[in-house]
């Protein structure tokens, strides 16, 4: 995909009379359009940070053609630009319309949260580890989970499954999310895990390697280390997970 460079009038016909739905710093970040679509500002980083190199608006881009080849909904990306006036890039995709995991948790249907795990262990089945999963970043569109805000995704070139390391750091990643906390209190962390677990099919052993790990990296240093891993009570395990 090209990247067009706007001028400060070109930026306006493609801003038109759209609807501000996140600023910035006091500058737009996400905006929608009438005919529905989301025009995304991203605002460079440091000098020094990987986004010089590798751009986030191309990595959003590569991402969304490898999640959509996977059977994941994406939007569906329209167009690049750089809008020089305010140094970022910028990208412009469907609005998916719906609510997001967040929203209708707070209006306390736990129903989607409820499929939640089942979705993401989808995920890592196909090789996908996305870091920024956060409640406010799925998008249940059409009954589907829809995936947006998808520059830090990662996928394994071949389809195969994330191994057990990833899979754990990208669950305790979702837990520790400050914005999400509330929520996964009232949901219960365990209850998460569970339905994790039954979705991936894990055999027991396999189940307490999870736990272990996610414990493990929510607390950021390694907690209690039985002598073998088939030693681990699950139940053991899990109460770490909860209490921390
Ligand atoms: N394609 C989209 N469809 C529906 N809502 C979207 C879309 N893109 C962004 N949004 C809304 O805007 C919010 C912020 O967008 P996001 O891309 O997650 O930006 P940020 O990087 O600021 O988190 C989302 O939580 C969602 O509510
Ligand atoms: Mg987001």
Redo the contacts with the bound molecule.
Sequence with gaps: MTVQRLTDSAYLQLVGDAQV??L?RGKP??L?TSDQR?I?H?YRRSWFSSSRIWPYAQRFINNATLLHQRGIKV?TIHGRYYYPTFGCDILV??????K?L??YAQENNFSYLEKTPAFLSRLHELGIYFR?FHL??V?I?NNEF?L??I?SVKCRRQTRGLNFKYRAKNIAHLFSKNEDQEIYRIFGKNNFLRRYVKSANLSRRKTALLYYLVSRYRLKKPPFLPAKTNDLEINDVASQVVSS
């Design positions: 739905l996140k910035r970040a996400i929608l989301i995304k991203i939007p995709y469907d609005y998916l319309d719906g997001s967040f929203t920024d406010d970043n998008i569109h829809a947006i805000d520059a």
